[in-house]
């Protein structure tokens, strides 16, 4: 049976105003919350980064705890590689700082960038661009770096990072010291079995990791027996203070206890921190080099002596 | 307009009578894949029942606009706008609540029974008893999906709303998908068993 001409017609014109509603409803409400939404991916990873330094919910935050993004970035140009990092300068002010491959300075630009426009992913490529015309690059964005002062002296960083899972990667922030012990893991995304893997979110298992130092992290494994109960009765925090403490410290040295049926989804975590941490540690090292070298300035530049 | 039931009829039919999962046998995929836990269930009944009323809602109010031959795109058009534009306003002004539902609203686009609903209700009937009915389907869903979500997280972790109430786990098994087939497979009977005697009961009767 064949559809004459006008019904065809009359269909496709109705498909076309139904299509061109609904997508001026959907851009319409996006307009409406797409600032709202990036403010509050912004809010939540600073509740995230705040938590980890133990400041959460009735843990009032200290005055002088700042906290300073670093943005880091690959920019090609001509073929050459460089490693670009945004830093802060001082209020609305950001220093773009190129190093190449091998760490060596390249050169340093000052851009203008509110807070608001900071956090902003285009808004900091679109300044970055600016800077660096009339010459093209690409551009590539690596990761935020976060580093935390306290009085002006260097807490902590918080540093992001990723890796493979059981399906997809997991997503992960951690906060560590400046001798890079971890003070506290959070899983931010992943698509791990509800159930199984998912569990890579729970206490007991994230817990296991805190406190371990960067020498005893880069030797850790994946113990494939049940976690004893008194060491899950201690990370999850239902044990008196001073016992807690004798418990962690008995179990300070043993291996991460895989979940139950989730040894790939544990030890992809296991792996995930010990990469992380350590190409963490390579690079702000050469970051801090240059910095001390150049005498760049920066709002931690006071900290960043220790760093 | 052939809907005889009252309003609290349609309520009570989505609820029981029709139940969507268990009488209807639709929307399966989320029945076993993501009843894990009383509170997925929940928070999935819970953003079907929103999307149900709004796209419900808007195809009574067009149902003379659509060309029958474009019914089903325009369904789909109808709940995927609803869809994103619940999503972006959770993600905006509830973020709370949305990292709790982000995943399950994205999820409700491909749902059978919505689009079922539309087709054999909204897209007939007037808009108040659309939204009644679109109400019933939904909290019949959200009833279906915690009874099924229960019985798995009590079995499977031990669990009730992340509280433990067992102290052990009986059987690992029941939060592995396969599991899902079982229990809504062995509910489904059970509710139907229900169902029967009562009727026979009332056949004596009369």
């Known amino acids: 049976m064949s559809l004459p001409i006008k019904d065809i017609l009359n269909i496709t014109l109705r498909l076309t105003i139904t299509c061109l509603v609904a997508g001026f409803l959907m851009g319409v409400s996006f307009i409406f919350t797409n600032d709202a939404k990036k403010q509050n991916a912004y809010n939540n990873e600073e509740r995230v980064s705040y938590s980890l330094l133990g400041y959460s919910g009735d843990a009032k935050k200290p005055e002088n705890l700042k906290i300073h993004n670093v943005y880091r970035y690959v920019i090609e140009d001509d073929a050459v590689q460089y490693i670009a990092y945004l830093l802060p300068s001082a209020e609305n002010e950001f220093t773009l700082l190129r190093i190449s491959l091998e760490g060596e300075f390249v050169d340093q630009k000052t851009l203008q960038l509110s807070p608001a426009q900071s956090i902003d992913a285009p808004e900091r490529e679109r300044a970055i661009t600016s800077a660096l015309a009339p010459k093209h690059v690409a551009l590539r964005y690596a990761e935020n770096i976060r580093i935390v002062t306290l009085d002006n002296k260097l807490n902590a960083y918080i540093v992001n990072g990723a890796y493979p899972g059981f399906k997809t990667h997991i997503n992960m922030m951690l906060a560590l010291s400046k001798d890079y012990d971890i003070l506290g893991l959070e899983i931010l995304e992943h698509e791990e079995d509800p159930g199984l893997g998912a569990e890579i979110e729970q206490d007991y298992f994230r817990g296991q990791f805190v406190g371990l130092g960067y020498e005893r992290l880069q030797e850790l494994d994946v113990a494939r027996k049940p976690i004893p109960d008194e060491y899950v009765k201690a990370l999850e925090k239902k044990l008196a203070d001073d016992e807690a403490q004798n418990v962690l410290a008995k179990h300070r040295n043993d291996d991460i206890y895989a979940l139950t049926g989730a040894t790939v989804s544990s030890r992809a975590v296991c792996n995930g921190v010990k990469v992380i941490v350590k190409r963490f540690a390579f690079r702000i090292q050469i970051l801090n080099k240059v910095l001390q070298n150049q005498k760049i300035k920066t709002t931690f530049s006071e900290a960043s002596s220790e760093l | ?206």
Request: proline fraction near 3%; aromatic fraction near 12%; hydrophobic fraction near 55%.
């Open chain 2, 1 to 206: 307009m052939r809907n005889q039931l009252s309003k609290t009829g349609l309520l009570a039919r989505g609820i029981l009578g029709e139940n969507p999962v268990f009488k209807l046998a639709l929307s399966m995929c989320p029945a076993v894949g993501i009843s894990t836990t009383v509170m997925n269930g929940i928070m999935l009944g819970v953003a079907v029942i929103f999307v149900q009323i709004f796209s419900s809602l808007t195809i009574a109010l067009i149902k003379n606009l659509i060309h029958p031959r474009i019914r089903i795109p325009t369904y789909t058009l109808t709940i995927a706008t609803w869809v994103t534009i619940i999503d972006l306003v959770l993600a905006a002004f509830f973020p709370e609540a949305y990292a709790k539902m982000g995943i399950f609203v994205k999820l409700i686009v491909a749902f059978a029974i919505i689009t079922m609903r539309l087709e054999m209700f909204a897209s007939k009937e007037s808009v108040s008893d659309s939204i009644f009915d679109a109400l019933g389907m939904g909290i019949g869903f959200l009833v279906g999906m915690v009874a099924i979500g229960f019985v798995r997280e009590l079995l499977g972790s031990g669990m009730i709303l992340g509280h433990d109430v067992l102290g052990y786990k009986p059987l690992l098994f029941f939060i592995l998908p396969c599991a899902g087939f079982f229990v809504v497979g062995f509910m489904m009977a059970f509710f139907n068993w229900i169902e029967a005697v009562y009727r026979k009961k009332m056949e004596e009767r009369t």
